[in-house]
């Protein structure tokens, strides 16, 4: 890594540490969920390991537009900058710790689904506690849909050429 | 690209921005504060494995509580690491208006 290269990396980590911070502990928390509840239910675990597995895509992203961004956003152009896709980096890169807390009460929200899913097939035995645990699943999974498409219109408005 | 850099302005000018901006204003201040927050983690995680050790629980809710230190401890040791390594970068003046604020 050349001298601009890892000044802009720890920059990045700088510029982006709460989300980093928060999205680092969002993982360690789904592994113990998943470690935890691997044999009572191996659905929900493997649930859990997808989104430590897509937590880490999404900080790889995060961390990679803000590296690859650094320079042409700081007006400055190097050789190596990418020609393409420049505005959508800066776009993400400028928004990330918002884009992670949304990404991170994204996952909560379909765990918590998820989770009230797999708590109404094993759990309670009245009819009326089974209905309830079932309609909060929906509730969360509404929300988790809700949410998704406003993360993913705030994405794709932000890297659309109005803004630019 | 150090000679390009030394060469050039206008790397000299990206690399003084990219080690100033989103920096601490005080430095020692700002490990103090994650020196505090460390201490603060370090402690739950040794109640924890204390509790597990020592407390009068089934051997599932020991391994869960065993399990939930170690947890703490990984979250504090990494995220440690990464605002050590963040700040690493950090030299000369900090930007104002673009710094660096302790835990949040």
Known sequence: MDLIGGLAAKYCIRQDARGFIELWGLSIALTVGAIATLRSSRFFASVLIFFVLAGGGVALATFWSCYESAGPSLGVVLPNSPARGLDAMICLSSHAVENIEGWILLVVSIVVACGLAVLGVLGPKSLTRRALVFAGAAAALLFAIGLGALLLFGISWCQSSRLF | ?104
């Open chain 2, 1 to 104: 690209m150090k000679l390009a850099a030394a060469a050039n302005p206008l790397y000299e000018v990206l690399a003084k921005d990219l080690a100033s901006r989103y920096c601490p204003v005080d430095r020692s201040v700002f490990l103090g504060r994650l020196g505090i927050s460390f201490a603060v983690f370090a402690s739950i995680a040794l109640l924890l494995l204390a509790f597990a050790t020592f407390g009068k629980q089934s051997s599932q809710r020991k391994a869960l509580t065993y399990l939930v230190a170690c947890a703490v401890a990984v979250f504090a040791i990494g995220s440690g690491a990464l605002v050590i390594v963040g700040l690493s970068g950090c030299s000369g003046a900090y930007q104002a208006g673009l710094t660096w604020d302790w835990p949040w």
